[in-house]
DNA sequence: CGGCAGGATGTTATCTTATAACATAACGCC
DNA sequence: GGCGTTATGTTATAAGATAACATCCTGCCG
């Protein structure tokens, strides 16, 4: 099947926004998928996703435990990896290859290979279902007789918001 | 101004073939570009790019390090990584981020962003150059505002040689 | 020749990211 | 209640990468 995600071509949220109700929507849909799937969405789950959705930008393992760590006495590696994981299984989280980082996926239960543009400015992450780049591989790689799998799409470059802070930087 | 690489529609080698002429053109290549360049191509740097070489499979900077404890007395991290990076600074390697590891660059000198097909069966990765996933990606990133500075495409699935066996393998 | 400036390498320590292996606890079902 | 399954806790360590400083080499200028 092709992918059923909405393609947004303006991925970038604006930088004030109410960013309570993008964490609200996302752990309403996280139940949602779990519901589905039969996935259970346990309180560390739900907490560890509420802390990648913390913000649009991408959370390394240690921030998440580190954080986590404020609440509870004594959390370790793994506790964090596992509840990555299956958040990651259930198509919740995605993992930024580039930067060895987790971001909240904003339309999970979609299937869907996200394209990541990434900010050096800013920090932010933004997801893309661009379909004209999802052909283009899979023309490319139908050509070279290769079987994709699993696709890892990342842009680094500067969001619309820091372009012209950076251009200026320049000058 | 593009990407003048040439691109190659079968960017998979035989399984058999004479891997040495792979290695001497490799380092012949390297000695053209720094000598371009002004880079210096110290022993030691060519023998981290001959060990990069060593296969088509994406190697790790502690193999790197490892082969190289071979050869000499003492080698510790820094030594390794300093020499990737000058290769990499030079477009002599590439750095494969899903795998954290390097992998020999076998059109150096052209300016062009690789596009990687990575075989999950026999750990083999080429590298590809497909103008459509470039323009691809040019057009939708213009379209989200967005400037690109560093693409990342990665595709892992299965390489010509193994997907008979792996669709054997499932039956 | 002698010395100096820069670049390259050596050395030590440490940091970040991730997982293996095993123990315990919670849950769901009959 | 007992049992199998799934989730979490715990300890230790593997794997990947860099900071900071010391040393050495090399080419160049006087």
């Keep these: 099947m092709a992918p059923t995600r909405a393609h947004d071509p303006r991925p970038f949220k604006r930088l004030k926004h109410d960013h309570r109700r993008c964490v609200t929507t996302a752990l309403a849909r996280a139940a949602?998928?779990?519901?589905a799937s039969g996935g259970r969405l346990t309180a560390l789950r739900r907490w560890v996703l509420e802390l990648v959705w913390q913000s649009h930008r991408p959370m390394g393992a240690y921030d998440i435990l580190a954080a986590l760590g404020q609440k509870r006495e004594t959390v370790a590696p793994p506790t964090v990896y596992r509840a990555l994981?299956?958040?990651r299984a259930q198509g919740l989280v995605h993992r930024i290859e580039s930067l060895n980082a987790f971001i909240g996926c904003d339309q999970p239960g979609e299937p869907h290979s996200g394209q990541f543009l990434?900010?050096?400015?800013?920090?932010?992450?933004?997801?893309?279902a661009d379909g004209r780049i999802d052909a283009a591989m899979r023309c490319g790689l139908a050509e070279a007789g290769f079987t994709l799998e699993r696709p890892?799409?990342?842009a680094l470059g500067l969001c619309p918001d820091c372009r012209p802070c950076a251009e200026a930087g320049h000058a």
């Design 152 to 154: 890892t799409v990342e």
């Design 32 to 35: 949602k998928v779990c519901a």
């Design 118 to 128: 990434i900010c050096r400015a800013c920090g932010r992450a933004a997801e893309m």
């Design 85 to 87: 994981e299956f958040l």
